[in-house]
């Protein structure tokens, strides 16, 4: 892949106690983060994932809902990005998905995260 290839993505983020920011626009004080457990974050992206593939919801509609980065106005889109650009596992896994898939639980240092890769 050249290094100049861009993907763009979607995702939902997810926030917990080993996230390097405690706060987010959904927890400006951090109380409901640091208060979640890794597994309970990942159990929650996995519902939604569920939701997402069995057609019960939109990936759009529920990143607005309930993903923690401030995408989340945009329905989780990130537009289009390089590498070197995000986290590093986060890069890697938008990379290895085709268009319309969903990732599994990507962890990084901001949290857990599914993606949606739209382009």
Do not use: N, Y
Request: charged fraction near 30%.
């Amino acid at each position: 892949m050249s290094s100049s290839e861009k993907v763009k993505a979607s995702h939902i983020l997810i926030k917990h106690q080993g996230s390097r920011r405690k706060s987010s626009w959904k927890d400006p004080d951090g109380r409901l983060i640091s208060a979640t457990t890794r597994e309970e974050a990942v159990s929650q992206l996995q519902d939604l994932r569920r939701d997402i593939q069995s057609g019960d919801a939109s990936f759009k509609d529920l990143a607005a809902q309930h993903s923690h980065c401030s995408s989340a106005k945009r329905g989780g889109d990130l537009g289009p990005f390089g590498r070197g650009q995000m986290q590093k596992p986060f890069e890697e896994a938008a990379f290895a998905l085709k268009v319309g898939e969903i990732s599994e639980i990507v962890d990084t240092e901001s949290g857990v995260h599914i993606i949606l890769r739209t382009a």
